[in-house]
């Protein structure tokens, strides 16, 4: 089955750039999700289709994917920035969903 | 403003059926996948399956055939059954919109509701 590492953990400090990355075969060729979690709360979609932004996210968060990586970036970081991020793609092998471990992003 | 709430018993015995259910308000479930997705405590998120409102049905193989997911689309509904439950399966449920196909995100999100497997 198909499968999406992610690094444990990313810290940043306030006002850098965070660079979250999500790795997997030729994941270049597919359409790359992530999402934002935090305790307590409704999971948040940050990015679709590997760039897009949904409405009320943030210029400074961004996507890209290409090769055997995909990356967010969040740029200006801010505290409430602080939380779980997971990256998801489709598997058009198996017709299945599949997520990425999570990085916990800690704001310094 | 599509928004969804699971609900169901938030303790279910070993070997017993976990039930929950996903109300759709805001917006018609028709023409839509709806997708269960779990979080066990400390871990990662977990896909669980999805169904179409037509009711066509596709599932983790990892949950084997344990898993039963299917709407109501009179109700606005649409829900989960996983049988033969254990420990592992104790975790946080969420119910979520899939914006389109099925190689598209989940754009809409429930708040997610803890089920303890436990005796």
């Known amino acids: 089955s198909y499968v999406l590492t992610q690094p444990p953990s990313v810290s940043v400090a306030p006002g850098k750039t965070a660079y979250i990355t999500c790795g997997g075969d030729n994941l270049g060729g597919k359409s790359v999700h992530w999402y934002q979690l935090k305790p307590g709360q409704a999971p948040v979609l940050v990015i679709n289709f590997n760039t897009d932004r949904p409405s009320g996210i943030p210029e400074r968060v961004s996507g890209s994917n290409s090769g055997n990586t995909a990356t967010l970036t969040i740029s200006r970081v801010e505290a409430g920035d602080e939380a779980d991020y997971y990256c998801q793609v489709w598997d058009s092998n198996s017709d299945h969903w599949v997520f990425g471990g999570g990085t916990k992003l800690t704001v310094l | 403003q599509v928004q969804l709430q699971e609900s169901g018993p938030g303790l279910v015995k070993p070997s017993e059926t976990l039930s929950l259910t996903c109300s759709v308000s805001?917006?018609?479930?028709?023409?839509?996948?709806w997708t269960w997705i779990r979080q066990p405590p400390g871990k990662g998120l977990e896909w669980i399956g999805y169904?179409?409102?037509?009711?066509?049905?596709k599932s983790n193989p990892s949950l084997k055939s344990r898993v039963t997911i299917s709407v109501d689309t009179s109700k606005n509904q649409f829900s989960l059954k996983l049988n033969s439950v254990t420990a592992a399966d104790t975790a946080v449920y969420y119910c979520a919109r899939v914006s389109g196909g099925s190689r598209s995100p989940a754009d809409y999100w429930g708040q997610g509701t803890l089920v303890i497997v436990s005796s």
């Open positions: 805001g917006g018609s479930i028709s023409s839509y996948y």
């Open positions: 169904v179409y409102y037509n009711g066509y049905t």
